[in-house]
């Protein structure tokens, strides 16, 4: 059951747990954190789960693999970096157990 | 065949291969709602051979549609294949109402594929960042206000007219930073575009004159801009950006009219359409007037209900499997939107207006994929701001005549709209 911390733009934290094979999407859905909306329904369609790994946990997670749909649609995301993901995308397994995410301005 | 009349014609009783849901007669009568339900029960990807828009196919159903959508490498919007409307300016149908257009060299990146469209959308897409948003909040807000101010209460108006289209060009009009008296002149071009001779146009002549007069006015925004300080309107944008300060003058007026055209009549539609559903469901309308809080939900599912573009089309780069049918290279693929919003596999209660549905973003009037509306949330932005200053304004806006519908099969929405306002 890992536990995952969404950190909001003001700073707020969340801290979640769910059930191992959950993604990123699901942990912030389902716990209704504010600045994540998967509008898509979490099938890497829309770009409205951008989040930012904590650069710790960038290795465990990886980044989004160039040339694929979930970097395609990050391009165009608001504030685009290097430790962008789709949350929908990000698998949390019990070795993601205690993974940051921040959650950007704004989702569009 | 066209339905001019909107006679009521046994869907179930046209044998399947002569079903065309490309006549735009079925869209101005609103019997097309009948025709995308039996196709996605016995024919969900449909072929129609001579159609309206020529031979074309169909797909009805929210998870096809989403396939086709987020497959941009299979399946191009690039203009010179025939763009994304099955009648758009660059289709090669020889049914079609559009032939004869004349080339302007109009270029979007809509109608792009990667990676120049990629490179396009990165330029405009920030104009519409969570910042900028907050930022043109209050001025929205101000302005519509105003505009709902000036209202006569209690007398018969045109809520097309005096509403849905003054607060959508007001909202471009701030966009572009453009001469606020001027401001009707956007409205009227982006009509141009999506017009043709006898539909809005008296001639292809006429078409290409009052775009030329577009180009013009734009250019000379541009020349005062380029170079100078630098501001938050897009066409200061658009000017100050490496990416786009040297664009050809073809491509910097198509992306411009994308965004006036993307901006207007989509969100025209939508503000007029949500007034209609909550006069067809007066228990929603109660439920809103109840508790204004639930106007956040509210807007996306009238994004949903309207669905203000019917469909998005593509053309197949390659052969293709789409729900069991073998699509060829060179096909073109109308992805029906305003099918998909009712596909009650994927939503529940589908044909059902309600403002408080769970996950009412889950539709497909924006689209998916690379392509999906750059502007989405300044849509929702325009419609929750309208309805906050509504509701603290009147009890109710109530249409009282047949609103009148558009005769077209890309453009879902309504030429006229007579309503009364009554005050609080």
């Known amino acids: 059951m890992p536990k995952v911390t969404f950190i909001g733009h003001n700073g707020a934290e969340h801290v979640v747990t769910v059930a191992s094979g959950a993604t990123g999407r699901d942990a912030a859905i389902n716990n209704d954190i504010p600045g994540i909306d998967g509008d898509c329904g979490g099938v890497c369609a829309c770009a409205t789960c951008h989040v930012y790994v904590d650069p710790a946990w960038l290795d465990k997670t990886g980044r989004a693999v160039a040339g694929e749909m979930e970097a395609e649609l990050l391009q165009f995301a608001e504030d685009f970096r290097e430790t962008s993901r789709l949350a929908c995308q990000i698998t949390l397994t019990d070795d993601l157990d205690g993974l940051v995410l921040r959650i950007p301005a704004g989702q569009h | 065949m066209p339905v001019k009349e909107a006679i009521k014609v046994d869907v179930n009783k046209i044998p399947l291969d002569e079903i065309d849901v490309s006549n735009p007669y079925l869209f101005q009568n609103d019997t097309i709602g009948e025709y995308f339900k039996r196709l996605r029960k016995e024919d969900p990807v449909h072929y129609c051979a001579k159609g309206h828009s020529g031979a074309y196919w169909s797909v009805t159903k929210f998870n096809d549609i989403m396939r086709v959508d987020t497959d941009h490498k299979t399946f191009s919007s690039d203009s010179a294949r025939g763009g994304i409307a099955l009648d758009g300016p660059g289709a090669r149908s020889e049914s079609s109402s559009r032939s004869g257009a004349p080339d302007m060299g109009l270029t979007m990146f809509i109608a792009m594929d990667p990676p120049k469209h990629d490179e396009q959308r990165k330029v405009v897409s920030p104009i519409v960042a969570p910042h900028n948003l907050e930022t043109l909040e209050p ?195 109308a992805m029906w939107y305003l099918s998909g919003n009712r596909d009650s596999e994927v939503i529940e209660r589908a044909d059902e207006f309600l403002i408080d549905r769970k996950n009412p973003r889950h539709h497909v009037s924006f689209g998916f994929g690379i392509h999906r509306c750059v502007g989405n949330r300044l849509a929702e932005l325009q419609l929750r701001i309208i309805w906050e200053e509504i509701v603290t304004r009147f009890r109710k806006v109530e249409v009282v005549g047949e609103p009148v519908r558009s005769l077209s099969n890309l453009i879902h929405g309504f030429t006229r709209m007579p309503v009364i306002l009554h005050a609080l």
Request: hydrophobic share 40%; aromatic share 8%; with cysteine.
């Open chain 2, 139 to 333: 001025i929205i807000r101000e302005r519509a206000a105003a505009i709902l101010d000036s209202l006569p209460v209690g007398e018969e108006i045109d809520w097309v007219d005096k509403v849905s289209i003054e607060l959508t060009t007001m909202t471009l009009a701030t966009l572009f930073d453009f001469p606020w008296e001027e401001r009707r002149k956007l409205t009227r071009w982006s009509d141009v575009v999506t017009s043709s001779p006898g539909n809005g146009v008296d001639s292809w002549e006429q078409w290409q004159r009052e775009l030329t007069e577009c180009a013009m006015y734009f250019k000379e925004l541009w020349d005062q801009r380029v170079g100078g300080e630098q501001k938050h309107d897009l066409i200061s944008i658009l000017a100050g950006s490496p990416a786009t300060s040297n664009m050809p003058f073809g491509e910097f007026l198509g992306n411009l009219l994308l965004l006036i055209v993307g901006g207007n009549d989509t969100t025209r539609n939508s503000i007029t359409g949500g007034v209609l559903a909550l006069n067809q469901n007066p228990k929603e309308y109660a439920k809103l007037m109840n508790d204004p809080g639930l106007i956040t939900d509210m807007v996306p599912e009238i994004i949903r209900w309207q669905t203000p573009l019917s469909h998005m089309r593509r053309t197949a780069v390659r052969d293709a499997e789409v729900g069991g049918k073998k699509i060829r290279e060179g096909d073109k693929v």
